[in-house]
């Protein structure tokens, strides 16, 4: 019942469900690539996106961690106003790694992943160990302070009221040994130092208490607090990597980046499989869909096609083959091509009865136009042969006046076509020179580029010279800069010994000390400026580089510019003989043209004159030749007639003989 019932739908019912079906199949498609990218819009990229920015501010944590210990314990900017840029940013990032993590949890892909979750949670908890211990770091920095600020400041002023205070020679040195240890933990951080520095103060207080002096007691008690504050802090800190707060921090970090990395590289598998499970999905689906579309389209094409074969057969048979019009077409469908069946074997029968009609009469026709036309013949063959001899003589006056007019035509066209060719010759010439004239032009002011980029090659030349002097003076002012260094170093050193030299002495090198301590400070500036000098030498060092090595391209380009422009040169030479050479070919050409022209008219003249003649002689043959002809063509129009109608005769007898009109 469903095979029928498709079989009687109309074509465009069939064709209007084909394209239905299509244009189903494919909104089902993009609905479902819709999804797909949605899913992988609204909640895969968001994930990976949130995953790569707690990858990201974990680093960034890490560089502002560097750029702080680097830079900003011995700014003294942070220490008097408290703040740092470097602290914000870090704050900055632990929140935005705080809010990607948070996101991460909440995501329905991760929260079924145990694993995932304990980790991120994991995340949460050594990001907070790290971020509160290293500020903690910074709050013990900022307490120890540097030079004038915080605890560092007040040790330093404690040590010069008691370099102040004291003027017994044993009770100064005894201060530069204790300062000699201070600088060493300070340099090295052992705490071998320390005890030194407090082994000192202890027998410093010792002699002052013999000689009963409080407040310098007072003061070197001040002193040894404050470095000892100092010490205690930096023990908090760490005086290694893996002590104190730096080693818990550090420990913290040690957790977090791995665990941060394999979390990274979980959920980007995770999602990457995600992803491509779907697209494997979108795929089979759209490969489903299209093997239905096939199927449904070949049965409409054949519920279509088959019945137009069967026709198509028919037809061809009776077109190609034997042309049996008794048969009829056979169709039990009610769409289109069951209604043509019907028309056309209506249609044959009516083509059956007009061929068995024209069968009778054709037979007749033939039999009499082949009798009328052996007597037409007969008598259309002595008219002719008296035209044919009228005919020879008027062809032959025809023929001589058409070859002297095609030779008058060609002669009046060889004139014009000279004529044309010398006046386009006196223009080419006019443009020759123009361009001779510009090309001259050109030439000139080729040779003034050509001087103007030898100029710049020489200008180039002195500049590259000049750049190499400044390099070589600059590394020689660099030489110099380092052995002002190297000089202050050693001054600075020579001060040292002075001081303890001037402490011996008691006060007899109480202004010798002045002099070794105005010499330290002269020899701190010098290293100073030596090391500014050796900075700035550096910047101008790179900057001569830079210019040099434009400078050694440009003059490259310059002399590729120079050789360019000496080539033109030679062409534009080359250029200017060719054009002179073309003027004066041209004007040959000129003067000659216009003497071929002057002889082609004289000669369009004479043959105009025989030409005449000859159309006169050919007039009165052919008025002779005209009642002859008529004849001719009234017995030639009647034969023709009578050879046609017994052509058309003998046809109709072949075409309808190859039809069957009787079963």
């Given at each position: 019942?469903?095979?029928?019932?498709?079989?009687?739908?109309?074509?465009?019912?069939?064709?209007?469900?084909?394209?239905?079906?299509?244009?189903?199949?494919?909104?089902?498609?993009?609905?479902?690539?819709?999804?797909?990218?949605?899913?992988?819009?609204?909640?895969?990229?968001?994930?990976?996106?949130?995953?790569?920015?707690?990858?990201?501010?974990?680093?960034?944590?890490?560089?502002?961690?560097?750029?702080?210990?680097?830079?900003?314990?011995?700014?003294?900017?942070?220490?008097?106003?408290?703040?740092?840029?470097?602290?914000?940013?870090?704050?900055?990032?632990?929140?935005?790694?705080?809010?990607?993590?948070?996101?991460?949890?909440?995501?329905?892909?991760?929260?079924?992943?145990?694993?995932?979750?304990?980790?991120?949670?994991?995340?949460?908890?050594?990001?907070?160990?790290?971020?509160?211990?290293?500020?903690?770091?910074?709050?013990?920095?900022?307490?120890?302070?540097?030079?004038?600020?915080?605890?560092?400041?007040?040790?330093?002023?404690?040590?010069?009221?008691?370099?102040?205070?004291?003027?017994?020679?044993?009770?100064?040195?005894?201060?530069?040994?204790?300062?000699?240890?201070?600088?060493?933990?300070?340099?090295?951080?052992?705490?071998?130092?320390?005890?030194?520095?407090?082994?000192?103060?202890?027998?410093?207080?010792?002699?002052?208490?013999?000689?009963?002096?409080?407040?310098?007691?007072k003061l070197l008690d001040e002193y040894d607090?404050?470095?000892?504050?100092?010490?205690?802090?930096?023990?908090?800190?760490?005086?290694?990597?893996?002590?104190?707060?730096?080693?818990?921090?550090r420990d913290a970090i040690h957790k977090l980046?791995?665990?941060?990395?394999?979390?990274?590289?979980?959920?980007?598998?995770?999602?990457?499989?995600?992803?491509?499970?779907?697209?494997?999905?979108?795929?089979?689906?759209?490969?489903?869909?299209?093997?239905?579309?096939?199927?449904?389209?070949?049965?409409?094409?054949?519920?279509?096609?088959?019945?137009?074969?069967?026709?198509?057969?028919?037809?061809?048979?009776?077109?190609?083959?034997?042309?049996?019009?008794?048969?009829?077409?056979?169709?039990?469908?009610?769409?289109?091509?069951?209604?043509?069946?019907?028309?056309?074997?209506?249609?044959?029968?009516?083509?059956?009865?007009?061929?068995?009609?024209?069968?009778?009469?054709?037979?007749?026709?033939?039999?009499?136009?082949?009798?009328?036309?052996?007597?037409?013949?007969?008598?259309?063959?002595?008219?002719?042969?008296?035209?044919?001899?009228?005919?020879?003589?008027?062809?032959?006056?025809?023929?001589?006046?058409?070859?002297?007019?095609?030779?008058?035509?060609?002669?009046?066209?060889?004139?014009?076509?000279?004529?044309?060719?010398?006046?386009?010759?006196?223009?080419?010439?006019?443009?020759?020179?123009?361009?001779?004239?510009?090309?001259?032009?050109?030439?000139?002011?080729?040779?003034?580029?050509?001087?103007?980029?030898?100029?710049?090659?020489?200008?180039?030349?002195?500049?590259?010279?000049?750049?190499?002097?400044?390099?070589?003076?600059?590394?020689?002012?660099?030489?110099?800069?380092?052995?002002?260094?190297?000089?202050?170093?050693?001054?600075?050193?020579?001060?040292?010994?002075?001081?303890?030299?001037?402490?011996?002495?008691?006060?007899?090198?109480?202004?010798?000390?002045?002099?070794?301590?105005?010499?330290?400070?002269?020899?701190?500036?010098?290293?100073?400026?030596?090391?500014?000098?050796?900075?700035?030498?550096?910047?101008?060092?790179?900057?001569?580089?830079?210019?040099?090595?434009?400078?050694?391209?440009?003059?490259?380009?310059?002399?590729?510019?120079?050789?360019?422009?000496?080539?033109?040169?030679?062409?534009?030479?080359?250029?200017?003989?060719?054009?002179?050479?073309?003027?004066?070919?041209?004007?040959?050409?000129?003067?000659?043209?216009?003497h071929q022209s002057l002889i082609a008219k004289?000669?369009?003249?004479?043959?105009?004159?025989?030409?005449?003649?000859?159309?006169?002689?050919?007039?009165?043959?052919?008025?002779?030749?005209?009642?002859?002809?008529?004849?001719?063509?009234?017995?030639?129009?009647?034969?023709?007639?009578?050879?046609?109608?017994?052509?058309?005769?003998?046809?109709?007898?072949?075409?309808?003989?190859?039809?069957?009109?009787?079963?």
């Amino acid at each position: 019942m469903e095979k029928l019932f498709f079989k009687n739908w109309k074509i465009r019912t069939k064709l209007l469900v084909s394209f239905t079906t299509l244009i189903l199949l494919f909104l089902i498609v993009i609905i479902q690539s819709n999804t797909t990218l949605n899913d992988i819009s609204n909640k895969k990229i968001p994930l990976l996106t949130a995953n790569d920015n707690v990858n990201e501010s974990m680093l960034l944590m890490r560089k502002q961690e560097k750029d702080f210990l680097l830079r900003e314990r011995q700014n003294e900017t942070f220490f008097k106003e408290g703040k740092s840029e470097y602290i914000d940013n870090f704050n900055k990032s632990y929140s935005t790694l705080k809010s990607n993590v948070s996101i991460l949890l909440k995501s329905n892909d991760i929260k079924n992943k145990k694993e995932l979750v304990h980790d991120l949670n994991k995340i949460l908890i050594e990001s907070k160990i790290y971020h509160d211990t290293f500020l903690q770091v910074v709050d013990k920095t900022k307490e120890r302070g540097f030079k004038d600020y915080g605890i560092e400041g007040e040790l330093r002023t404690a040590i010069h009221s008691i370099e102040n205070s004291i003027t017994n020679k044993d009770h100064i040195i005894l201060m530069l040994e204790a300062r000699r240890s201070e600088k060493d933990y300070f340099l090295r951080h052992d705490l071998q130092y320390v005890d030194k520095v407090n082994t000192i103060i202890t027998s410093f207080k010792k002699s002052l208490s013999s000689s009963k002096n409080e407040n310098e007691i007072k003061l070197l008690d001040e002193y040894d607090n404050k470095f000892n504050a100092i010490v205690t802090i930096e023990k908090e800190i760490g005086l290694t990597e893996a002590d104190g707060l730096n080693g818990k921090y550090r420990d913290a970090i040690h957790k977090l980046e791995p665990l941060i990395q394999d979390i990274h590289t979980n959920i980007m598998k995770m999602t990457r499989n995600h992803t491509n499970s779907m697209l494997k999905m979108m795929v089979i689906v759209s490969f489903i869909e299209i093997v239905i579309a096939f199927m449904f389209a070949l049965i409409i094409s054949k519920l279509i096609t088959n019945p137009i074969i069967a026709v198509n057969s028919m037809l061809q048979d009776i077109a190609e083959g034997e042309g049996d019009l008794t048969r009829q077409l056979q169709s039990n469908t009610k769409d289109e091509v069951g209604t043509l069946s019907k028309w056309f074997n209506k249609f044959t029968g009516n083509i059956k009865h007009i061929i068995g009609l024209v069968q009778t009469h054709s037979n007749t026709i033939a039999i009499s136009s082949n009798e009328l036309a052996k007597a037409t013949e007969h008598a259309n063959s002595k008219i002719e042969s008296i035209a044919s001899e009228m005919s020879t003589i008027t062809d032959g006056l025809q023929n001589s006046a058409s070859i002297i007019e095609e030779a008058t035509a060609s002669i009046d066209e060889l004139a014009n076509g000279a004529l044309l060719v010398c006046e386009e010759s006196m223009i080419a010439t006019d443009n020759s020179k123009e361009v001779l004239n510009a090309a001259n032009y050109g030439a000139t002011k080729l040779k003034d580029v050509a001087n103007a980029m030898g100029y710049i090659e020489h200008s180039s030349e002195k500049t590259y010279d000049m750049m190499k002097e400044l390099k070589e003076s600059s590394i020689k002012i660099n030489e110099i800069a380092n052995l002002i260094t190297a000089i202050s170093g050693q001054t600075n050193l020579l001060s040292l010994n002075a001081n303890i030299e001037a402490a011996r002495a008691g006060e007899h090198g109480k202004g010798f000390a002045v002099v070794a301590q105005e010499v330290k400070q002269l020899a701190e500036q010098s290293k100073q400026s030596a090391d500014d000098i050796t900075v700035l030498i550096k910047s101008i060092e790179d900057k001569i580089e830079a210019t040099y090595l434009s400078i050694e391209k440009e003059k490259q380009l310059v002399v590729q510019g120079v050789e360019k422009v000496n080539e033109t040169d030679i062409e534009f030479k080359n250029i200017l003989q060719l054009i002179e050479k073309t003027v004066t070919r041209i004007a040959v050409i000129s003067e000659a043209s216009n003497h071929q022209s002057l002889i082609a008219k004289e000669m369009a003249t004479a043959m105009s004159d025989i030409s005449n003649t000859t159309q006169e002689s050919a007039s009165s043959s052919q008025s002779i030749n005209l009642s002859i002809q008529d004849q001719v063509s009234a017995f030639e129009e009647i034969g023709a007639s009578i050879d046609e109608l017994s052509n058309i005769a003998a046809q109709l007898q072949d075409q309808t003989n190859r039809f069957k009109t009787k079963s």
